[in-house]
């Protein structure tokens, strides 16, 4: 992996052609305000690691939702492509340093995000996880999106052990842009259509509101091959992205009072319909569908947000801001294409799944006291409320058997749950000479559920000559268990050792999960150490790499599916018949995440143009270092292989993200070259790893007047799959890709974009 760098980085520079000169018109550095308090910082001066992506990268990467566009930009991101699972299909969640999604914390404006009502409850990347849905979001609203690649629960709470996610929205006055774009497959499936729009508009003497949409319609593709065990043969399974419609809409606004005063407030909905396939029901299983029949589950994703504050300055140096920041997320679920095979031929062929809810309530008091040229000084207060529930789906879609491919919720407990947690903070940035900045934080937060937690943070930067710093840190954090982990329950079918079984998902609580060996969930503790280094020779070259190490335990994992005769046992001994498997969260598990991250960026003049290029790679590698026992059926381990590899092994071990802009004159030349690393699963029976991949991508942009601009690319140049499985029980089906794809199935795609400003 070195020499493949070292490479790189020459090529790099040969691309960068020559030195800066006077041509140049703009700095690599960019002031930030993810991961400190003090105004001012940059990614430069920062003492952990942080990227920025700008809206201008997020559009040149051709995606036009934020996850793909985000995870295509920055390789600590990852965004696993799951196919025929219910949950993650749907909402899909992103990892950040190898870590689970519920790991990172996402930032709205510097305000904590709720997370998804939808928790993944498949075997698919983020198994057990409750994300923030970065698709609730129209990315025509984004300005910037800062990653924080540093533990940071002392500085920001619960969930922020891997990092932070800062997505920082638009806040323009006057001006604005629109775009409409669309796209194909190679194959011909997968129609995209999206339109995008935002436009800002004065608001009182100097302030803005900014006013952003996006509307989205995209078609499913499909990638199974001929299911050679049916007569005739035909394609039986569909493998490929889900067929999805959003809107979403968001108003950022800051309206000044007097001098010293501001008042500020963002408003962000968002309503999306998507439908996944799940796995292909033979003819036996339903008179209704004799030539068998594949279920499509059908999520309908409400999510709002609302951010208000105000802010007030005191003296020159002293900084008031009271906010509130709340937000909803609810999940409906449908099937349809299906049937309950209980009621013979009277069986309906849709049902309603039913939905979740999840609500989120956080105040905040935070006061900030410039140092000057000594640093800053920080305090805080916070008090967060949550809510969570579960509503039942009609007794036809879980009776019997249940309605294949979604039986429907039907929590054994009824679920309406809520908690509160008070946190207070306090943050320290000392620079003692030109040369050291010093940082200090903690934070000490109390849930009424399982009780305090107190994190801490110390950090460090060493400005050793003119263009060389060296930085690091050491930081404690903690994750509370979410309301979704505590009280999630559902029956589903999921495939286990090649066949099909209801699974049931048991509460914490419930005395099933109890006699196969659950108990309470504790807070998961870490410890996150990182050292890193800097070159600037501003404002043309920057350089960093970053090593850290992010030690979890009592992390919170959702079990194997558990199964055979003494599950049963306990299953028939509740009066539960349609379940064959369980699984519940646990406390299991501790973890030690080892990285490398580097990134190499030029930004001045070659070949006549300006050119914009970086060159990054970033390395991750998850051990298990504890897995508890089954206190309860020693014989029974609570996470079994396939568990385990999604939480160690599922996510590419390394990624290296190349891109380039050029440009000249009216023309903008892109391309953006992807390599996704080795990854190991168990897709279906056999453990296999699936070789490294590498995408091309490239766009031409020609300014057709002064509004108007036209972009044509290419994404996935190559036509690049991932591995085939090597299960022939599977693949003679037709069922011949995983659910463990960094990059997706969908293979080369062809997108025209028309883009106005104003």
């Known amino acids: ?64 939702d934020v996850a793909n566009a985000l995870a295509a930009a920055d390789p600590s991101l990852n965004l696993p492509h799951a196919a025929t699972t219910a949950s993650s299909a749907n909402v899909r969640p992103i990892t950040l340093s190898g870590m689970a999604p519920d790991q990172v914390l996402v930032l709205v404006n510097g305000k904590r995000a709720h997370a998804s009502a939808v928790l993944n409850f498949n075997n698919a990347v983020g198994r057990g996880s409750a994300p923030f849905d970065l698709n609730s979001l129209p990315l025509a609203a984004i300005k910037r999106i800062e990653v924080l690649r540093s533990g940071a629960a002392a500085q920001y709470g619960s969930d922020a ?25 190679d194959r011909g499936d997968g129609l995209a259509s999206t339109l995008q729009a935002s436009t800002g508009l004065p608001l009182g003497d100097g302030g803005h509101l900014t006013l952003s949409a996006d509307a989205v319609d995209r078609q499913p593709t499909n990638r199974a091959d001929v299911n050679e065990t049916l007569v005739p043969p035909r394609v039986s399974f569909e493998i490929g992205d889900p067929r999805a419609r959003s809107l979403a809409a968001s ?96 069986s309906p062929t849709a049902f309603d799944g039913g939905a979740l809810r999840y609500a989120q309530d956080v105040f905040n008091l935070a006061l900030n006291r410039s140092l000057g040229a000594s640093g800053n000084l920080a305090f805080g207060l916070e008090r967060r409320n949550e809510r969570y529930a579960i509503d039942n789906a009609p007794a036809d879609a879980f009776s019997g058997g249940g309605a294949q491919g979604f039986p429907g919720l039907n929590p054994r407990i009824p679920v309406d749950a809520a908690r509160g947690s008070f946190a207070g903070y306090a943050d320290l940035e000392w620079r003692p000479s030109r040369a050291w900045t010093l940082g200090a934080a903690i934070r000490s937060e ?34 509370a268990p979410s309301l979704q982990q505590s009280f999630f329950s559902s029956v589903t079918s999921a495939s286990s050792g090649g066949q099909l079984v209801n699974v049931g998902t048991f509460q914490v609580r419930d005395p099933v999960a109890r006699a196969l060996g659950a108990s309470d969930l504790r807070a998961e503790t870490s410890r996150h150490e990182s050292l890193g280094l800097v070159w600037a020779a501003a404002p043309a070259w920057w350089f960093t790499a970053d090593a850290y190490r992010t030690r979890v335990r009592d992390r919170i994992v959702l079990s194997d599916q558990l199964g055979g005769a003494a599950v049963q046992a306990v299953l028939a001994g509740a009066g539960i018949t349609n379940v064959q498997q369980a699984q519940f969260f646990t406390n299991a598990a501790d973890t030690t995440t080892r990285g490398f991250e580097a990134t190499l960026n030029y930004i001045g003049a070659a070949a006549g143009g300006k050119l914009k290029a970086s060159t990054s790679v970033a390395t991750f590698h998850t051990e298990l270092d504890r897995l508890a026992p089954n206190p309860v059926l020693p014989a029974l381990p609570l996470i079994g292989t396939r568990a385990s590899l999604l939480l160690t092994d599922g996510q590419p071990r390394n990624k290296w993200v190349t891109s380039a802009a050029w440009e000249r004159g ?48 290419v994404q996935n140049i190559g036509d690049v799959y991932p591995d085939r499985l090597v299960d022939t029980s599977a693949t003679k089906q037709g069922f011949v890709y995983g659910e463990e794809s960094p990059f997706g199935v969908a293979g080369r795609t062809y997108f025209a974009r028309l883009d106005l400003t104003w």
Not at 21 to 41: H, N, P
Not at 161 to 185: C, D, P
């Open 251 to 346: 108003a950022d606004a800051a309206l000044p009072i007097g001098q010293n005063g501001e008042l500020y407030a963002t408003l962000i909905g968002t309503h999306r319909n998507s439908s996944s396939a799940a796995q292909y029901r033979a003819a036996s299983v339903s008179p209704l569908y004799p030539g068998g029949f594949v279920p499509h589950i059908q999520a309908r994703l409400d999510d709002t947000s609302v951010i208000a504050g105000y802010r007030h300055t005191l003296d020159r140096a002293t900084d008031v801001d009271f906010s509130y920041a709340g937000g909803s997320s609810r999940a409906r679920f449908a099937v349809r294409d299906t049937a309950n095979a209980s009621l013979g031929a009277a």
């Open 446 to 479: 109390h849930y009424d559920d399982f009780g305090s937690a107190t994190s801490g943070k110390l950090s460090a930067r060493w400005q050793l000559a003119p263009q060389w710093a060296l930085r690091g840190g050491v930081d404690t954090g903690f994750r």
């Open 666 to 713: 009216d023309w903008l030349g892109s391309v953006a070259f992807t390599r996704y690393g080795p990854y190991t699963g168990q897709p279906v029976t056999s453990v296999q790893t699936f070789n490294a991949k590498w995408l091309a991508d490239a766009s031409l942009r020609w300014q057709l007047s002064r509004v108007a601009a036209l972009t044509l690319g």
């Open 1 to 64: 992996m070195q020499d493949a760098a070292s490479i790189a980085a020459a090529a790099f520079i040969f691309a960068a052609g020559a030195p800066p000169c006077a041509a140049q018109t703009a700095s690599l550095d960019t002031v930030v305000v993810t991961g400190t308090r003090a105004s001012g910082s940059t990614q430069q001066t920062s003492m952990s690691p942080i990227s920025v992506v700008s809206a201008e990268d997020l559009a040149r990467t051709g995606f036009t």
């Open 161 to 185: 052990i891997a990092g932070v996610v800062n997505i920082i929205l638009k806040s323009n006055a006057e001006g604005g842009t629109a775009a409409y774009q669309i796209g194909r497959t």
